[in-house]
């Protein structure tokens, strides 16, 4: 009882959440996409909800449930995906990035489907940079002047803690969670690993579930630091 009477770590305060994967279309029935469960985004944007945030949950493809009170956006490419992020980036205070973005797109997505021309003969595609989300989100004015904070996450094969400050750094960001591997892709737990200006600390191996809830708590508290 005495938990409910206590101010919400996130009351007040807008999220906005992208998860899963993307979907890049190569013809109407074909396209290049990867692993991503969308699971830990989906944790997070449950976990921001209870602890008292707006929040609004920009999902590549997945078949996950939307959590309770969340407003969901669904949506296929990067480019859709960074169309639904910028709209409503200007009543965002908190953006977290638990996306897999593709890294490229094809080039050209052909009108109707590729087929084979019985000569053996194979398609050659040519893939273009899909833009970065997040960091576009951290070099806007609104991040740079502190009312918007910005949270990525990495997956990394080999030395985490090296790849993921770096990538911290090159991003902008304040946060950088990494997956403490190996490769968690659809499972229902994981571990990570939060890198920011002041070190490094690791939260171990839980559900999905709990490590959002302790995820939001963190990022709970260094809103307060950012804002005090
Ligand atoms: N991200 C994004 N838009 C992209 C690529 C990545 O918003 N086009 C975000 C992800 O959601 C994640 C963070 O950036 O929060 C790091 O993604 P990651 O794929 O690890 O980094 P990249 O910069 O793409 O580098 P690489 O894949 O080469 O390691
Ligand atoms: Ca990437």
Redesign the pocket.
Known sequence: LAAFFRPKLLAGEHVLV?AGP?FEAIDPVRGITNLSSGKMGFAIARAARAAGAEVTLVAGPVHLPTPRGVHRIDVVS?QN??EA?EAYASQTTVF????????WRPAHSAQHKIKKDGSGQVPALDFV?????????AASAQARSGQLYC??????SDDLLA??SA?RQ??G?PL??GNIGPATFGQDDNALLLIDAQGHQELPRASKAALAHQLVAEIAQRLRHTRA
């Open positions: 992208t993307t990067a995906m960074l992020v977290i990035a638990t996306a897999a973005v593709a890294d940079e899909n833009p970065d989300i997040l960091a576009r989100m949270v990525g996450f990495a997956a990394e790849h993921a990538k090159r991003k960001v950088l969670v």
